[in-house]
């Protein structure tokens, strides 16, 4: 027996898939702990379950004469979120989590930890919804299409994971749309808009009727992103700003747009991939620290006597939360240091540089050929 080659298959580093799989693992132990201890809402689950139901049965959940229009998701979300009629939001819970870990260890964002220590893995396990399965899924398909790019096997994983991200339009479109962007993925692109638009026209033109005549964007409403709580202007310069501020990886500039630009937002997630821009793991400790704060300030308030309206007044507080929280992970990834160079970069801020470069080589050339003054 050849004992070297045996020492040496035993010391070689784990594959991507392999602390993929791990995390995973990890992860639906530490979230089956977690949801023991976190309220999770379930009315937003019954809603999921009702839209899904009805789009089984090949009702239209969106009809104009009906009197229920709060399944908001698209209508290929019934080919994904099917086996929610059988399982718990708990299970959807642990599920979405552990999906959100293998990100982590595939790519080896440790900062991204952090995440799992503040109160936004609490906000976003509660809320009951799809976000973090829809988003982590979607993202860990596109990683694996990327790997077989030029395969028939490639194409289906990144078609499966445009579609698990445009369920959640919200947070999926900015990641799917860099990643199209970064890779002129037509062919994708093609396949996606055929089976999840064409094949779906009559649903989505009753889907696109409802988002605008019952929008979910209300006053009432709690801002998950820049644009929620101080309006499209600001959100469009503050997304200028973030973009050419550093070099990214698509995935950590899709979240931060989409923590920025999305009228509605997301909760928390979209703050998870800002995390995974920050590659020094003394941040850790920043970012647990920071948010326990912010909550001490924002979540354990009542209102003062002579409040009438205590729906508004804790909605205040969770404005101040949710966008401090926003502010701070948008800071902390705009000032990191970006790590290795890699193909899935996005490069934003040398284009803008070579552009300024040219304007000035040209500005200076016709200064040179002036005749001198008299």
């Known amino acids: 027996m050849n004992l070297g080659i045996f020492q040496q298959r ?12 791990f995390g995973f693992l990890l992860g639906l132990a530490i979230m089956s702990v977690l949801v023991r201890f976190t309220t999770i809402n379930s009315y937003d689950f019954g809603v999921i379950q009702r839209g899904i139901r009805m789009l089984v049965a090949f009702d239209n959940p969106w009809e104009p004469l009906s009197d229920w229009t709060e399944y908001y998701n698209p209508p290929h979300s ?10 718990t939001p708990s299970v959807l819970q642990v599920l979405g989590g552990a999906l959100l870990l293998a990100i982590i260890f595939y790519k080896k964002v440790w900062v ?14 509660g809320t009951g919804n799809v976000d973090m399965v829809m988003m982590g899924g979607g993202v860990l398909l596109l990683f694996a299409g990327d790997k077989l790019y030029r395969t028939k096997r490639g194409l289906g994983l990144r078609t499966l994971g445009y579609g698990f991200l445009m369920i959640k339009p919200q947070g999926g479109a900015f ?4 990643y199209f962007l970064l890779r002129r993925d037509w062919k994708g692109l093609a396949l996606s808009v055929f089976i999840y638009g064409i094949c779906f026209f009559p649903l989505n033109s009753s889907w696109l009727a409802a988002m605008a005549q019952s929008p979910v964007i209300t006053t009432g409403t709690v801002s998950h992103s820049i644009w929620a709580g101080f309006g499209p202007a600001a959100a469009i310069v503050v997304a200028g700003l973030v973009a ?40 850790v400790p920043v970012v647990i620290i920071f948010s326990a704060g912010l909550v001490a300030l924002t979540w354990f308030v009542a209102p003062p006597p002579g409040v009438t309206d205590a729906h508004m007044f804790y909605k205040t507080y969770l404005d101040i939360y949710n966008l401090g929280i926003i502010g701070f992970g948008l800071a902390l990834a705009c000032l990191a240091r970006p790590g290795a160079r890699s193909d899935e970069d996005i490069t ?11 304007v000035r080589a040209r500005f200076h050339k016709r200064g040179g ?5 008299l």
């Open 10 to 21: 035993q010391s070689s580093p784990p594959t991507d898939s392999q602390r993929a799989l």
């Open 78 to 87: 019934v080919l994904f979120l099917w086996p929610l009629l059988f399982v």
């Open 112 to 125: 991204a930890l952090a995440w799992f220590l503040t109160n936004s893995v609490l906000w976003v396990i």
């Open 175 to 178: 990641i799917a749309g860099l």
């Open 244 to 283: 050419v501020s550093r070099r990214w990886k698509y995935w950590q500039l899709g979240g931060a747009l989409a923590a920025i630009l999305a009228p509605y937002g997301m909760p928390a997630v979209p703050f998870f991939f800002m995390l995974t821009a920050v590659p020094s793991l003394a941040a």
């Open 348 to 358: 934003v801020n040398e284009f803008v540089g070579r552009q300024l470069r040219a």
């Open 369 to 373: 050929d002036r005749p001198a003054s």
